[in-house]
């Protein structure tokens, strides 16, 4: 179904590199759209009511059966409850393994000569703090745009990006939720084609 | 670097991984006893049925966990115990290491990465690091309501609230003794006949860690009634790990969070 921008209450466009929260109500749709293509955006939702209660990664999985969040999803709390269901996906398959980049992770991955590169967990501790939340509260997250493949041998790797400009995803709140996203800055993989860009958020009242 | 530069950097990286996953184990093989002696045992529990554990371990000392009787999964929350808000992190665990497979010569990574512990044996091979641990609204799908069922993420949250800590400390798990495949379309899929009683993992810790073992049947496993067995933990004492150590070098990323973690251990 297509939407008309206009009507959105939320309709922002979080530049590259950067961090973005609101709190999104029940009955109302994300959006959120890759502009550019091949951009990872690294989302965690939180109950708006209590953040202890937040989205778990392992949950949403273990209940679809399937390793990769799309359309139908539905996007699962710690506490097992519906919190958002993925409404409409023009990629596919986005990835809640992986994590979010660090700096300390990085070291480790592409050497020490990263660790003072921005990373999303920079982004997440600087937006969670806004909201009372600390390093606590950082928890695997879904990483919409980003494709990693997960082998029947185990091999899991981040390769390019299926996204392309436009692409996005649509998810309906079925609680009043708090959305926390970090528009990856990571240039050493190729989660963002090596070359981060903006993204656009869009929210809409209603069905 | 060019965008171009990272890109070359990144699929080097990857096709040593991959050319190291083949050609694993490297390094010094550690040799673990087979069976742990009073004089090198540190303290031991058998966890019931359904129930969870915690122990404490100090950097250098290790934690063997007997699946005795072949039980469908034991789930393991791990927090560095000078600073539990650095934890076991799933993620950085499977996409530092190329691979959600973890077995011997693999290491558990905190969110700041460093090596909480190291899979120093493994006899069986199977540990799902993807789907986590059960939950009561799982297992009420799978199985029917049962308010007197119990489950991993509630039994996290008890231990964690022992501690001191609570439910924002219970995050993503791993764990032991399940063989989940996840095929060519992304489906999970729990392997039949892999799992033996008498298999056992050794995690040795790399840091002061706090370790808590639930004991309840990973969220896949087979079988329409809830069926958990017992497990045996022993915390032992194991051999200083050597600088060709398996579970050190089998990696540059290895080799990387080993100096990230000798840093904070010398300091401390």
Redesign the interface.
Known sequence: MSRDPAAAITNDIVPALVPWSGFVRKGQTLRIVDTKGQQAVDTLFYCAGN???RY????T???Q????IGKGTPI?S????LMLTVTEDTVG?HDT????C???????????QTRFMHAC?ENFLVELARHGM???????NINFFMN???????????VDGISKPGDYVELRAEMDVLCVISNCPQ????CN???PTPIQILIWDGA | MTPDDYRARYFALKREAEEVASRLPVGRQVQNPEIISPDLTLGEETIPAGWYWTARLMRGQSLRLINTEATAGVSALIWSAQDTSERYNAGDTVKVQWTARLTRGRLLLSDMGRVLASITEDRCGWHDSILGGSTRAGDARKFGEDPQRRNSHENFVLAAGKLGLGPRDVGPCITFFAPVVTDAEGRFEWKDGVLKPGDYVDLRAEMDIIVTLSNCPHPLSPGRRWAAKPVRAILWRSPEAECDDLCRVATQEAVRAFENTDAVAVRA
Not at chain 1, 56 to 59: G, N, R, S, V, W
Not at chain 1, 78 to 81: L, T
Not at chain 1, 102 to 112: I, K, P
Not at chain 1, 148 to 156: A, D, F, K, Q, T
């Open positions: 953040f202890a209660e778990d990664a392992q949950a999985l273990a209940a059966g399937a390793a990769y699962l710690n506490e097992g409850r398959q393994s992986a994590g979010a660090s700096c300390e992770a990085n070291t480790v991955r592409f050497g020490h967990r600390t390093k606590r509260d950082l928890v695997s990693v493949p997960i082998l029947p041998s185990g091999e899991l790797a981040i240039v050493n993989n190729p084609g090596f070359n």
